[in-house]
């Protein structure tokens, strides 16, 4: 706003504590529409040993778009996002699992994510 503060908004729910630090996972998500092969990106959290939870994001590419991987991914958000903040993990997809309304279901793609990291 005017005086420098800024609103998180999105379901409190969706958060990610990923050691100890507080990730909102939309903040990550508005920052990677930015990038010109990103059509739409989700981030949840996943287990990790480590930090209690870890970063993933599901993204869809623009039509044309390169393959994207993790590597590449994380060289755009270096010095843009808190290290804290940048994915480990990236999972490309034609489509995002969704409601017969419409809604993302983020719950399915965390059961997804699971076997897709080796911890299903």
């Known amino acids: 706003d005017t005086d420098g503060y800024v609103a998180i ?3 409190i ?3 990610v504590i990923r050691g100890g630090e507080n990730i909102y996972p939309r903040e990550i998500e508005e920052f990677l529409y930015t990038h010109p092969d990103i059509l739409d990106a989700q981030v949840i959290g996943v287990p990790d040993e480590k ?3 870890e970063l ?4 869809r590419l623009r039509e044309g778009a390169l393959e994207l991987d993790a590597e590449s991914l994380r060289a755009f958000c270096t010095g843009k996002l ?3 903040k940048i994915p480990k993990y ?3 997809v034609d489509e995002f699992p969704m409601t017969v309304t419409g809604k993302i279901r983020k719950i399915e793609m965390r059961e997804q994510s699971l076997d897709l990291i080796g911890r299903g």
């Open 51 to 53: 930090y209690g939870e």
């Open 56 to 59: 993933m994001v599901w993204i």
């Open 90 to 92: 990236v999972h490309v």
């Open 9 to 11: 908004t999105g379901r």
């Open 82 to 84: 808190a290290h804290y």
């Open 13 to 15: 729910k969706d958060m």
